[in-house]
């Protein structure tokens, strides 16, 4: 356990860049190449510390590791405290938000031209906003967090988007920003009913049944947007057609995983048995984004609305897994969502660097883009392979987990589930041959470049992790293990109390 505060450090010290990109001075030009030097280099020094979290990560314990506590605001009885700490749940949450934030900066280099310097402050301050989310102990402080991300992200969308930007910016920051006033509602109550806004308290205090039925709504209808689950889906398209690439990398990457992870932390801990039973319209709403989600991917037109739709039904496996509340499915649940991070991450990179080319995402405008882009070709295949859920790779890891701990509590939902995967391979490799197969019919596609050094080195990381993942995918699980393990038996304890005492009255 380390004596010196690594947990505010890699949470803050990407506000350092932002002073230093402040302070930059020159020409248009001189500022711009300053903005991408010191965002590239803050957000690498911040993912190498983060990597000392890891390190010094005790897999063997279900408390949580790294706690900061200070006082931060106190108002009579009222008291706020500035708490973090991460357990084997936010990890690898902490350094997914760390390793994809230089990544965007480094796939944003060449093309964003306007407003560079605004452009790179927003997502370090993003980066800030998102480690602070996932390391949060207090509620306040979580919902600090957790709203603040819609700031940049709006601002990210809104400025720097495609033609429709305006509107899917503020359809996004509403919808978000609509539940999470239940979210807040939800919130007081946990703090008159635990008289405390300390997570770790709430975790383990007992509220009245008949409370956590409503608490458990008022939470989800913030984390069900930002999953985002079936039907309060509908922004998420539109949010990724007009977001910049790294704005999508983003979008998929780290937000939709802000949704499951308040599912996993609060939801199943605080409230197990209003968990219990909304179970039957968890799987429900699950199986209809996994399969009717997938029948629209199959309909695209356009590479990243469909890949969007994609996204909502990985996502959908990922609510199935929570709630089926059985170790397997819940660790298969992690391991999907840092999977989906990746992939979809790189997903929306690959989209990016044809767009950058030839500036649309019609599939119809592609094809036969083997004979001019090999390097290209290869890279999509094997994220388009990892996004089906092909052995060897960390889609399927996660995919398999959920199945076989789901098939113990619904034999249905499982088979949905596993005819829903067929979907996804149609859709997915109906993008690859239509882009990359075929001949080559337009003028304009006879000069595509491939990819250049400095896109294959943002590519590289991925590539890797998607196979280490795959190949070897226990290095993440045990860091996981005790803390789902704690998890589930809490909620199985509570629910089988519950029966216990309604049998006896």
């Known amino acids: 356990m380390t004596h010196w505060p690594l947990l505010t450090l890699v949470t803050f010290l990407p506000l350092v860049g932002v002073f230093f990109i402040m302070l930059a001075r020159g020409d248009e030009a001189v500022v711009a190449r300053n903005a991408r030097n010191i965002a590239l280099s803050t957000s690498v020094i911040v993912f190498l510390l983060s990597l000392l979290l890891w390190i010094g990560f005790d897999p063997n314990t279900a408390a949580f590791q790294f706690v900061e506590r200070a ?39 060449q093309s964003v031209h306007s407003q560079v310097r605004e452009y790179m402050i927003a997502f370090l301050v993003l980066e800030t906003l998102m480690v602070g989310l996932f390391s949060a102990l207090d509620f306040v402080l979580f919902y600090v967090f957790f709203e603040g991300v819609l700031i940049p992200m709006f601002l990210i969308i809104g400025v720097w988007g495609g033609p429709r930007r305006v509107y899917a910016a503020f359809k996004f920051f509403l919808y978000t920003f609509l539940g999470s006033v239940l979210m807040l509602l939800a919130i ?94 968890m799987f429900t709403l699950s199986a209809v984004a996994v399969i009717y989600t997938s029948f629209v991917a199959l309909a695209q037109t356009d590479m990243k609305k469909l890949i969007a739709y994609s996204s909502v039904a990985h996502m959908g496996f990922v609510t199935m897994g929570i709630f089926a509340v059985t170790s397997e499915a819940v660790q298969g649940a992690m391991i999907q969502m840092l999977s989906h991070g990746l992939v979809s991450a790189a997903l929306f990179l690959c989209v990016g660097v044809v767009y950058d080319r030839l500036h649309t995402r019609d599939i119809d405008r592609y094809g036969g883009l083997v004979t001019r882009m090999p390097a290209y070709a290869f890279v999509f295949m094997a994220f388009a392979l990892a996004s089906i ?64 050094f400095r896109e294959k080195a943002v590519f590289a990381p991925l590539i890797l992790l998607v196979l280490w993942m795959g190949i070897y995918p226990n ?31």
């Open 71 to 109: 006082n931060w605001v106190q108002i009579g009885g009222f008291e706020i405290t500035y708490h973090m700490g991460i357990d084997g749940i936010s990890l690898f949450f902490v350094l997914l938000s760390t390793l994809l934030t230089p990544i965007c900066v480094l796939a944003s280099w």
């Open 188 to 281: 007081l109550a946990v703090y008159f009913q635990t008289g405390t806004t300390d997570i770790t308290v709430a975790l383990t205090h007992h509220f009245p049944a008949g409370l956590q039925k409503w608490l458990w709504l008022a939470f989800l209808a913030s984390f069900a947007v930002k999953v985002p689950m079936w039907p309060v889906h509908t922004w998420l398209p539109d949010a990724h057609v007009e977001a910049p690439t790294a704005g999508s990398v983003i979008l998929a990457g780290i937000l939709l995983k802000m949704g499951g992870y308040g599912l996993i932390r609060f939801s199943l801990p605080m409230f197990p048995l209003a968990s219990a039973y909304f179970t039957p319209l």
């Open 389 to 452: 859920g092909l052995p060897g790779t960390s889609g399927f890891v996660g995919e398999f987990l959920i199945l076989l701990g789901t098939y113990r509590v619904s034999t249905l939902e499982c088979f949905l589930a596993a005819t829903a995967m067929f979907l996804g391979a149609a859709y997915m490799l109906y993008l690859y041959r239509r882009i990359i197969f075929g001949t080559i019919t337009r003028d304009d596609l006879r000069g595509m470049l491939d990819l250049s």
């Open 475 to 505: 290095s993440f699980l045990t860091p996981i293990r005790a803390s789902i393990d704690h998890l589930v038996a809490q909620v199985n304890a509570a629910t089988a109390g519950a029966a216990l005492h309604a049998s006896l009255n």
